[in-house]
């Protein structure tokens, strides 16, 4: 398995099997952002990463993009939604173009999914035991917050990441860097997202470019939800 960082985008799971197949695991908590334009999103950047490495686009490799979701995204109580491109004249034709998007819902009420999947979203929804796969999850889970090593790792990544924001705020006031337009927007879009805005409607109010304001968007979640604007400013210039 090979794991690719991004630098545009920030993934929660990113990486590519033996066989070459691309996944993107995503994780979400709410319904703040439209998580069905945000798959258009995330399979544009999965392609251009690929197109880096080979300007061939023949060789685009299959993928798969889950959203692993606590809610219904589309409010027919299912726990998996799966999509493919279909020919809407005849949907006997797929266009069969490697790229596939699947929704896991933990509130789904339907019979549509394994034990062990219906134990994994249940365990999510509601941190509840139903079985021993669940129970391993349970295990892991406390095993990893007890795990003196694993803090102390946290704390000092959490801690350096200081010392870097306060380096670069003092070294960007030095060199009179990050004054310009991008600072600006980018307060404009931390205000904005105080005020629980998604980044269509920033980008249609500031009439900037859509994909300009969602990777903005994307990188500020890290701050949410003060949204605090030098952070948010510092992270996008050390991007």
């Not at 993934?11 to 258009?40: C, H, P, T």
């Not at 999965?46 to 880096?52: F, G, R, T």
């Not at 999509?83 to 034709?93: N, P, W």
């Not at 797929?94 to 789904?108: M, Q, T, V």
Request: net charge negative.
């Amino acid at each position: 398995m090979r794991v690719w960082k991004k630098s545009a985008i920030r993934f929660d799971v990113y990486f590519e099997d033996e066989s070459g197949v691309v996944y993107d695991i995503e994780m979400q908590a709410s319904k703040k952002y439209n998580l069905r334009r945000r798959s258009r999103y995330y399979q544009g950047m999965i392609d251009l990463n690929v197109l880096k490495r080979s300007s061939d686009y023949e060789r685009l490799q299959d993928s798969y993009i889950i959203f692993i979701c606590t809610f219904d995204e589309f409010g027919k109580g299912r726990h998996v939604y799966t999509f493919e491109d279909i020919c809407l004249e005849d949907t006997t034709i797929r266009l069969e173009d490697g790229a596939r998007k699947i929704f896991l819902c933990a509130s789904g009420e339907m019979n549509d999914c394994s034990e062990k999947m219906r134990e994994f979203l249940d365990y999510l929804a509601a941190r509840t035991i139903t079985g021993e796969f669940s129970a391993r999850i349970d295990d892991e889970v406390k095993r990893s917050r007890a795990q003196e090593e694993w803090r102390l790792d946290y704390m000092t990544l959490e801690e350096k990441y200081r010392e870097k924001y306060k380096e670069g705020l003092e070294q960007g006031i030095e060199r009179g860097i990050g004054f310009g337009e991008d600072r600006e927007l980018i307060k404009l879009i931390c205000r904005k997202l105080r005020k629980g805005k998604d980044y269509e409607q920033i980008a249609e109010e500031l009439e900037e470019d859509e994909t300009q304001i969602k990777a903005i968007c994307d990188m500020a979640e890290e701050f949410a939800p003060e949204y605090k604007e030098e952070q948010v400013i510092h992270a996008w210039q050390c991007m």
